[in-house]
């Protein structure tokens, strides 16, 4: 076989470029639709709740922050917890398959392919339409991953939608004041764009300037019918993130008193503490707000609260089980690691300047 014939037979039918922007188009109607019946109009209504009450709601934790460890603790805020995010959840597993079947992936590895900053940066300014918490934002970083998408580029997707969350800093200015907001802000964008370009380094990729060539089984792939590639993507997506998903949930809710320990108050300890508790515990959108609220209201120091007010909704346990097939242990590694100093370096900023 000449080098030609062998070429052209690895070849997938190279799809008109009417149908490529047929399905790029289906998918930002979709993303458009489920966003705003998700988020965007709830999110516009609570909004003016927030400026008029100067609450979002009441702390999805309880106020017991004393009872032991239970099962009925684990089913109660199993029960909490996904009766608020089911529905951004299930819009998150969608699009999260979705980006698989529907977006040219020479298209994505061109913009968002390198481990350059530029791809990092262009990662986390298009989380900021999502706004959606780190777990119902991890299938689509998922997603992104399989399509050759930089370790940089998804991970600042999935950071920058729970931590640079327009709603949520507008909501938050209105609950707590504008320096938590400002706080959040600034060490949001260190999370978002330097802690994910930080980690292309322990990706052990190297940019190219040529786009991947698909092996065999990713051009049979594209050749099958679009029904089948997504459901074949559907299923993959729920079978990997479901079951993780779930039974870390509730093994957090069961333990969810005693991960806070308000008693401490203040001091570097209590910054130490929050700041790592924090970081695993898996709450909803916005959730840290009413959280953080309630929390100071039985004593907890500035400086704890600050370090909640960066951890809390950046990543959790859940999230990062949901994403570990899609990235390099190291990289999660040095997620969780630098969630946790920015934690404890914004607390201690905090108990200065709140």
């Not at 199993?78 to 079947?101: E, H, M």
């Not at 913009?111 to 900021?128: E, P």
């Not at 200015?173 to 802690?195: E, N, P, Q």
């Not at 039974?247 to 929050?274: D, K, N, R, W, Y």
Request: with cysteine; glycine share 8%; aromatic share 10%.
């Amino acid at each position: 076989m000449t080098t030609s014939s062998k070429s052209h037979s690895l070849n997938p039918r190279t799809p008109s470029t009417g149908k490529t922007i047929l399905f790029i188009v289906l998918f930002v109607i979709i993303a458009i639709a489920g966003l705003s019946y998700v988020k965007w109009w709830p999110y516009y209504e609570k909004a003016f709740k927030a400026a008029t009450n100067h609450s979002i709601g009441s702390s999805i934790l309880g106020s017991d922050v004393s009872a032991a460890p239970s099962w009925s603790s684990a089913l109660d805020y199993a029960a909490a917890y996904f009766k608020s995010v089911w529905k951004a959840a299930v819009l998150g597993i969608l699009l999260g398959s979705l980006v698989q079947v529907l977006l040219p992936s020479k298209w994505l590895y061109k913009v968002l392919g390198k481990s350059s900053f530029k791809s990092t940066l262009l990662g986390g300014v298009v989380s900021l339409p999502g706004m959606m918490c780190s777990c119902c934002a991890a299938p689509v970083a998922c997603g992104l991953r399989r399509k050759n998408v930089s370790v940089g580029a998804s991970l600042a997707f999935w950071i920058g939608n729970p931590v640079l969350n327009p709603a949520t800093l507008i909501f938050m200015t209105f609950v707590l004041s504008w320096k938590f907001t400002l706080l959040r802000l600034a060490f949001g964008l260190i999370l978002t764009f330097g802690v994910s370009y930080l980690a292309n380094r322990f990706a052990d990729t190297k940019d190219t300037a040529a786009i991947p060539e698909p092996d065999l089984q990713e051009i049979q792939e594209e050749q099958s019918p679009f029904l089948v590639r997504w459901l074949k993507s559907l299923g993959l997506m729920i079978l990997n993130v479901v079951p993780a998903y779930a039974i870390s949930v509730l093994l957090l809710g069961a333990f969810q008193h005693s991960l806070f320990p308000v008693s401490l108050g203040t001091g570097i300890a209590a910054i130490i503490v929050f700041a790592i508790v924090g970081t695993l515990f898996v709450i909803p959108t916005a959730a840290e707000i009413p959280i953080i609220q309630s929390f100071v209201a039985l004593g907890l120091g500035a400086g704890p609260a600050a370090a909640l007010l960066l951890t809390l909704p950046t990543v959790s346990l859940p999230s990062m089980l949901m994403v570990a097939r899609s990235f390099p242990k190291k990289v999660l590694m040095f997620v969780f690691a630098s969630v946790v100093v920015i934690g404890i370096v914004g607390g201690v900023a905090g108990s200065f300047l709140l």
